[in-house]
């Protein structure tokens, strides 16, 4: 691909868990990170939840909500410039996800909201988005995407080792010990979307603030065997899920705090289902997004796998921007033409490369 001049890329992700719009700043070449910058994070009004929430789903989302989600990451942007005014000039690049209402790979469909063409026009930088469809166009899955970047990051570490993300959906990814190898990675389960709709059904609450509520319960196993039946946690990757996949019906009769004990161990449990399809077993866990903040997850999970369970930032990450750091890196492959995904990411026939640019100018 000849040389490239690392360059400032803005990442913006808005994850399954819908509660707002990740911004951050890396330096890269879409092949090794130089630098890392500031980051920020704007929350969803109740409004737009809403709008994301009737939008679910659906293969044709509204014009208002597409606008309204496009301005939403132009706020996360403006907001994170303004803060930080020395990157005005700075970033090159804007990588935005988007935010998915749809993802069913098996019928060749994955839909993530956010208009790249009008926010690249309403901030002046070129924007890439639609990271995923071309993935699954392809025969691919389309998720996970972030495995190029965590074997990025990962590249000074012991391996073989796992990232773990606990955002709405969680999954994982395996880094062997060749650093030339291409990791292995799929979506394990529930994360924290169950538990979070749970928490704002079921109290005053709306998330299971530092695994409160959840150790205050007592999970029910019966339920969490009933709920492992699904035969998605025992089939072989490449694999991944929608929102939509998973629900926590059998649990509704339950106190809220044996409702949340009940959900942690669910997820708890596909996580460890899922690590028996790694090729070696990893030395530790290192576990990135929301779950990470929740004591009873991390707690469960290290007494589950007898693998050390550590938060990333034990190695120096940012937990809460890994994601929106990845699309920024991903943005940067794609206008490279570099491949964004593998067959042993997301099940793609041979490495692809992907998303859309949208000229600022």
Known sequence: ?????????????SGTSMDGIDAALIKTDGEKIFDVGPATTIRYTDGLKKLIRAALGRKKPSPILIQTITDAHFEAVTTLLSENPGFKEKIKLIGMHGHTILHAPNTNTTLQVGDGERLAKNIGVNVVCDFRSADVANGGQGAPLTPLYHSALAEGLEKPLIVVNIGGIANLTWIGRDNH??????????GNCLLDDWVQGNTTEQFDKNGILSAAGIPNDRLVQIMMEDPYFNSPPPKSLDRLDLNYKCISGLEPADGAATLVLYTCK???????????????????GGGRLNSTIMHELSCLTSIPVEPVEAVGWDGDMLEAQAFGFLAVRSIRGLHLSTPTTTGIRGPISGGILYQAK
């Not at 190898?181 to 394990?188: G, L, Q, R, V, Y």
């Open 181 to 190: 190898s291409t990791p292995i990675a799929f979506d394990t389960g529930p």
């Open 270 to 288: 596909t996580i460890m289902a899922a690590i028996q399809y790694v090729p070696e077993p990893p030395k530790r866990l290192l576990v990135t």
């Open 1 to 13: 691909m000849g040389n490239f001049v690392p360059i400032w890329t803005l990442g913006l992700m």
